[in-house]
């Protein structure tokens, strides 16, 4: 099974600041997705951004951006311009090796507070 | 708006009942998972199906069964709920065309007492 890991539990930044939360990943596959989800205090999950491993410029998403560093495994997020909307969990996630039925594998999450 | 929905977002259970979470698409995929949400361990995958009667184990199906007598529907049943089962469920879908285009449900927040 791949393992996907997300060493930041909890982080906070200032409304208008910058941040980045790590994610690192482990697969054999040469080709693959990435995902990064959000879930607020409703619950409800949403997906962020989405990286295809094969494409070398990172994705993009308005104030969200990641960095992909295929060798090193690693999947960051970067929120700019943060505001208090952003308050969330964070899952980086990452599917099956070899399914063809869409499971995925979740990080533990990261806890993103903004504050004024 | 297309949906996912749990029918209960918040149940309170006595230890050995049986419970049944139920989750319903009206987006007409295929796919059709239940995870499990702990703090500190993220989500995992408790039952997944593919089509109508069809299901798969995932990583944490002890003391949990499910069923798929409809496309849009799938259920969740916990036979002899336990304390150990107190969690937040998550149902999710997706369709085969775009496997990994999840919608979610808004979970439910299950405790057994």
């Known amino acids: 099974a791949q393992t996907v890991t997300q060493s930041q539990p909890e982080m906070s930044v200032q409304e208008a600041e910058t941040v980045t939360l790590s994610c690192t990943y482990d697969?054999?596959?040469?080709?693959?997705?990435l995902f990064w989800y959000k879930q607020p205090p409703s619950r409800q999950m949403i997906l962020v951004i989405r990286?295809?491993?094969?494409?070398?410029q990172n994705a993009t998403e308005n104030r969200f951006s990641v960095n992909f560093q295929k060798a090193a495994k690693s999947f960051s997020l970067k929120i700019s311009d943060s505001q208090l909307g952003d308050t969330a969990m964070y899952f980086c996630?990452?599917?099956?090796?070899?399914?063809?039925?869409?499971?995925?594998?979740f990080g533990r999450g990261t806890q993103l507070t903004v504050w004024p | 708006d297309v949906k996912v929905t749990q029918s209960s977002r918040y149940l309170v259970k006595r230890t050995g009942e049986k419970v049944f979470l139920e989750c319903v698409q009206d987006?007409?995929?295929?796919?059709m998972f239940w995870y499990r949400q702990d703090p500190g361990l993220g989500l995992r995958l408790i039952y997944f199906?593919?089509?109508?009667?069809?299901?798969e184990k995932g990583d944490i199906p002890e003391g949990y069964s499910v069923s798929r007598e409809k496309k849009e529907r799938f259920s969740l049943i916990l036979e002899s709920a336990s304390t150990n089962q107190t969690s937040m469920y998550l149902c999710?879908?997706?369709?085969?065309?775009?496997?990994?285009?999840?919608?979610f449900g808004s979970g439910t927040r299950l405790t057994v007492v």
């Open positions: 697969t054999s596959e040469n080709n693959y997705y």
């Open positions: 999710a879908s997706t369709a085969v065309q775009d496997r990994y285009g999840y919608t």
């Open positions: 996630a990452m599917p099956d090796r070899g399914s063809t039925l869409g499971r995925l594998y």
């Open positions: 990286q295809e491993a094969y494409k070398q």
């Open positions: 987006m007409d995929h295929e796919n």
């Open positions: 199906s593919y089509d109508v009667k069809m299901k």
